[in-house]
T-cell receptor, first 114, second 116 residues
């Protein structure tokens, strides 16, 4: 199983601020993912990465950006936070195993933009 | 396009009884994987069980089992001997194996409440 860490766990911030949500994993997984989830609702993929220097946008359009400079680190940045960005953000990673590729999730960051 | 449907937004079960959470899926790919995750009120997503489309037997993990009916495109989660700690949201997810990024498509979830 993977050890996935996300910081901060909770963040309350004012409109217009720049924020970075941190995600790190210690298992050397190549694939990493960011999901956005409103309370009690399904998860929507916003970004993913195959490996270092690889990033792609997911199904849900997002104003956030990501980077993957190191295998273990996949931060998400919002240049100018807005109330519509209020949500939970979940990071996940997966190793390549034949026909399995289970995604393991971090604890999430609950973001509130005032 | 893939689609996952969970038709039960909320369910109650008596402690120590078994409960089945429904999941149906739609895909045109012959090779795919099905996952169930548990999300307690604290927010983290906990992997429970996996079923591959070519697996001959239904998956089991402790008190969790997956009732996989390929022809009906259903992958229901069965929790035996429910415990109070099983109260949570449960999400069914699918990944088609031709998808290079191995992304998951999630259902809308079922909220399970275990009564003492």
């Amino acid at each position: 199983e993977a050890d996935i860490y996300q910081t901060p766990r909770y963040l309350v911030i004012g409109t217009g601020k720049k924020i970075t949500l941190e995600c790190s994993q210690t298992m050397g997984h190549d694939k990493m993912y960011w999901y956005q989830q409103d309370p009690g609702m399904e998860l929507h993929l916003i970004h993913y990465s195959y490996g270092v220097n690889s990033t792609e946008k997911g199904d849900l359009s997002s104003e956030s950006t990501v980077s993957r400079i190191r295998t273990e680190h996949f931060p998400l940045t919002l240049e100018s936070a807005r109330p519509s960005h209020t949500s939970q953000y979940l990071c996940a990673s997966a190793a390549r195993r034949p026909y399995r590729d289970t995604q393991y999730f971090g604890p999430g960051t609950r973001l509130t933009v005032l | 396009a893939q689609k996952i449907t969970q038709t039960q937004p909320g369910m109650f079960v008596q402690e120590k009884e078994a409960v089945t959470l429904d999941c149906t899926y739609d895909t045109s790919d012959p090779s795919y994987g099905l996952f169930w995750y548990k999300q307690p009120s604290s927010g983290e997503m906990i992997f429970l069980i996996y079923q591959g489309s070519y697996d001959q037997q239904n998956a089991t993990e402790g008190r969790y089992s997956l009732n996989f009916q390929k022809a009906r495109k259903s992958a229901n989660l069965v929790i035996s001997a429910s415990q109070l700690g099983d109260s949570a949201m449960y999400f069914c997810a699918m990944r088609d194996n031709n998808n290079a990024g191995n992304m998951l498509t999630f259902g809308g979830g079922t909220r399970l409440m275990v009564k003492p």
